[in-house]
């Protein structure tokens, strides 16, 4: 049956090769595996570095960390802004790793541009259309997540906006829904990984920390996402998670969790 969708360039009918995102050298989509590591926030220079140096030494490609953080609450600390991409570039390019960091309105797109490799939309701005519109009109890849109350055909025209603006760098991710359970702080949507790829050609990411919202839960759900397909994964981790400044260090893994689970993820790609 021929299914008339309201999305075009995001579909596989328009696209039927799967995209590959080649960021310096770093292929995301297709069979390659990309792992995303690093603290929900970026809180100092050093802070930034030791994470970096413990990501890269695991194994891992990309360094995520907020600058500018989207709090439910505005007394909740927001991030340290335009320093933050300076002290994450740093260590970034210090330690051979690419960047990704997110980008909340359409005037920080080109600092946010300048400084990151990657540029995420946040759930809540997954349909931030002006923020959208900025991202097409720009070639930086984005990774953009599924906003927590989003069907798969919402998710994708989201993504549309982007691609129909002219920017073909897409990758989608899923990070958790939100459902009656109130054990997890969101329901990871694993069915959404297979479901995203036979509907579009973009890479999907997965993220196990804000999927779940509990260390003890990454390691299984990065997995389970691995098994499901995903193309990668993006993953807290902290140092000293208990004193971490957004609250997320409950979601965020130690260095050596972080370490061991790759090494396992390595074993289990080859396998899928
Ligand atoms: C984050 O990556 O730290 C974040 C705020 O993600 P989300 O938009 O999925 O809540
Ligand atoms: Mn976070």
């Keep these: 049956i021929k299914i008339s969708k309201s999305y075009k360039l995001a579909s596989r009918d328009f696209h039927p090769d799967d995209t590959v995102i080649d960021i310096k050298g770093v292929k995301i989509g297709g069979d390659n595996l990309v792992v995303m590591g690093g603290p929900c926030a970026v809180e100092s220079p050093r802070q930034i570095d030791e994470?970096?140096?413990l990501v890269k030494n695991a194994g891992?490609?990309?360094?995520?960390?907020g600058a500018f953080k989207p709090r439910t609450g505005p007394y909740s600390f927001q991030g340290i802004g335009v320093e933050g991409l300076v002290m994450m570039a740093e260590a970034g390019r210090k330690h051979g790793l690419l960047t990704i960091?997110?980008?909340?309105t359409p005037e920080y797109v080109d600092i946010c541009a300048e400084h990151a490799d990657i540029l995420q939309v946040g759930t809540r701005n997954m349909q931030n259309f002006d923020l959208l519109r900025k991202l097409g009109s720009i070639q930086t890849p984005v990774l953009l997540k599924r906003g927590f109350?989003?069907?798969?055909?919402?998710?994708?025209?989201?993504a549309e906006y982007i691609l129909a603006g002219g920017n073909p760098n897409v990758m989608?991710?899923?990070?958790?829904?939100?459902?009656?359970e109130s054990y997890t702080r969101n329901t990871l949507?694993?069915?959404?990984?297979?479901?995203l790829q036979s509907l579009s050609h973009l890479p999907v990411i997965s993220d196990p920390s804000h999927g779940t919202g509990r260390r003890e839960l990454i390691e299984p759900m990065a997995k389970a996402s691995v098994a499901a397909g995903a193309n990668g994964l993006i993953i807290e981790m902290h140092t000293d998670p208990d004193n971490s400044s957004t609250g997320d260090?409950?979601?965020?893994?130690?260095?050596?969790?972080?370490?061991?689970?790759l090494k396992d993820l390595e074993k289990l790609a080859e396998v899928v």
């Design 51 to 53: 994470i970096a140096r």
């Design 60 to 65: 891992g490609q990309v360094l995520r960390g």
């Design 101 to 104: 960091t997110e980008v909340m």
């Design 149 to 158: 109350s989003a069907t798969y055909d919402e998710f994708l025209n989201a």
């Design 172 to 180: 989608l991710c899923e990070r958790g829904i939100r459902t009656f």
């Design 189 to 195: 949507d694993l069915a959404a990984i297979p479901v």
């Design 249 to 261: 260090g409950v979601q965020s893994l130690f260095p050596d969790q972080f370490a061991a689970l």
